[in-house]
């Protein structure tokens, strides 16, 4: 039986494990801008991480910042490492949601998700590394509906929006859909923008382990999901999309996968017709074409060697010209990034029947936002969390290891990302 309310043993509804993170004081700030969208309009909740000192810098800052004092005094602090097990135990315990941000997750995830598990603890993490969000699937499934937990991975900028999108998609065409393409667009102000080194560093050590993932892969021994409407084709390796008037290329993130688990669920579990989904983004001119393609050729070269890595992880900046950084976007450039997925998608009117014939209806949605990683992903993080809170009744039924898509289907996760300036809409 899953549980979502505080008792006096588990005390917290959120904390917020890696709060000292350069992503960790972002979602700290946004809980604290959220406390009255808890359960009887409040939030009980708590820091954790490995260093005391730094967490209440953390929560020093974020009074600063958003003129709350009491938070350096209101908001407990949990000491705990990912190298020990029983401090991870004694967090797991006192919370009924983990919002996980300790990351390079392949190194750090799993201690967290098992013991999240053993103790109870719905587990929510910003991962957008499949081979963790996959593994996760495949060793705590069944452990997790035991407990009545839900693990939820992918709750950031990967991958909510993509997986939401293609959700939202479906449910505004008045028919069936049964393809969809989307094509994300980064727009930054003068000051540029980059990236926080953490991900860089996800990215580094899951290229150089992709060959995991296809063992992972293998042990679901899942059968291909049915193919329904005219098969979806892969565009090349770069192409100008006259759509979003850019040189665009295919997604390397983790949203075609999640996408696809969210399709497998909803297709095993409710026979719903699997959409396929191809992910591509923009990357501007011919000039950022060549930076592009001289960056990727020195990354897939030196991602394969032990030396190639350290040098990679040593030096983001000079090795990704200049799109990630150890110091992370300044809050000006924040403010003036955004994004934009824009979903093409194809199907079938209502009372056509999708096995014959072409697809007969087209849809364009659009799904916009802050800047992706330190301003939606909080954003996302937290309205994932305060859904699990406020409406247990339209989760799956049991715990276990979940896509957003399919645990929030049913949910109003969209209506409240729309209050807080994520907008899905219908061009
Ligand atoms: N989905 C998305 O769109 C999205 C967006 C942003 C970030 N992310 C992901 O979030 C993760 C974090 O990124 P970041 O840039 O915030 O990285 P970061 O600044 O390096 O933060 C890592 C956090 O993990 C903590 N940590 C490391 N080892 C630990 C241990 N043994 N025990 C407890 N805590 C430990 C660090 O604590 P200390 O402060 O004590 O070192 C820090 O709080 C990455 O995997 C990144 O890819 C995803």
Redesign the pocket.
């Known amino acids: 039986m899953a549980r979502f309310e505080t008792t006096p043993s588990r005390p917290y509804h959120l904390v917020i494990f ?7 004081q972002f979602v700290v700030e946004e809980v604290a801008r959220t406390v009255s969208e808890g359960p009887q309009g409040t939030l009980k909740w708590a820091v954790a ?3 005391r000192q ?1 967490l209440e810098q953390v929560l020093e800052q974020a009074a600063g910042v958003l003129g709350k004092p009491e938070l350096r005094s209101e908001v407990d602090i949990i000491v ?4 020990e097990p029983d401090s991870l135990a004694a967090m797991c315990k006192q919370a009924v949601i983990v919002l996980n ?5 392949r190194f ?1 995830g799993e201690p967290v998700v098992k013991a999240c598990v053993e103790n109870g603890a719905h587990h929510i993490d ?3 590394e499949p081979q963790f969000l996959e593994g996760m699937q495949l060793n705590y499934n069944s452990q997790a509906a035991d407990k009545g937990v839900y693990i939820i991975g ?1 709750c ?3 991958s909510i929006p993509a997986d939401m999108g293609v959700l939202y998609t479906r449910d505004q065409l008045k028919g069936t859909l049964t393809a969809v393409e989307s094509f994300l667009t980064v727009k930054a102000g003068s000051d540029g923008g980059c990236i ?4 860089w560093q ?1 990215a580094v050590h899951g290229f150089a382990d992709s060959q995991s993932l296809q063992s992972v892969r293998r042990k679901f021994n899942h059968k291909p999901l049915p193919v329904v409407g005219s098969k979806l084709k892969r565009r090349g390796a770069l192409f100008f999309s006259n759509d979003i008037q850019q040189y665009t290329v295919p997604f390397m993130g983790s949203d075609p996968s999640v996408v696809k688990r969210t399709q497998r669920y909803l297709f095993e579990e409710y026979q719903a017709t699997p959409v396929q989904y191809g992910a591509y983004a923009g990357i501007g001119s011919i000039g950022n074409v060549i930076k592009l393609m001289f960056a990727g050729l020195m990354f897939w070269f030196l991602v394969k060697f032990s030396f190639g890595r350290d040098l990679l992880i040593k030096h983001p900046e000079f090795f990704s010209f200049g799109l990630f950084s150890k110091a ?1 976007p300044s809050r000006k450039q924040m403010e003036d990034s955004s994004f934009q997925f824009a979903f093409y998608g194809e199907g079938y009117t209502e009372g056509q029947d999708p096995t014959q014939g072409k697809p007969n209806s087209k849809i364009r949605t659009v799904v916009q936002g802050p800047e ?3 301003v939606a ?1 909080p954003i996302f993080m937290v309205q994932a969390a305060l859904t699990l809170l406020n409406e247990s009744a339209a989760l799956p039924k049991t715990g276990g290891v979940y896509t957003p898509g399919a645990a929030f289907a049913r949910t109003t996760l969209i209506d409240r990302l729309n209050k807080h300036g994520i907008q899905f809409s219908v061009i």
């Open positions: 890696g709060a000292s993170g350069f992503t960790g991480g490995r260093s730094k705990a490492d990912v190298a941000c300790v990351g390079p997750y750090y910003i991962s957008g992918s950031g900028f990967d926080h080194d953490g991900t996800s992370g992706c990683g330190y992903t």
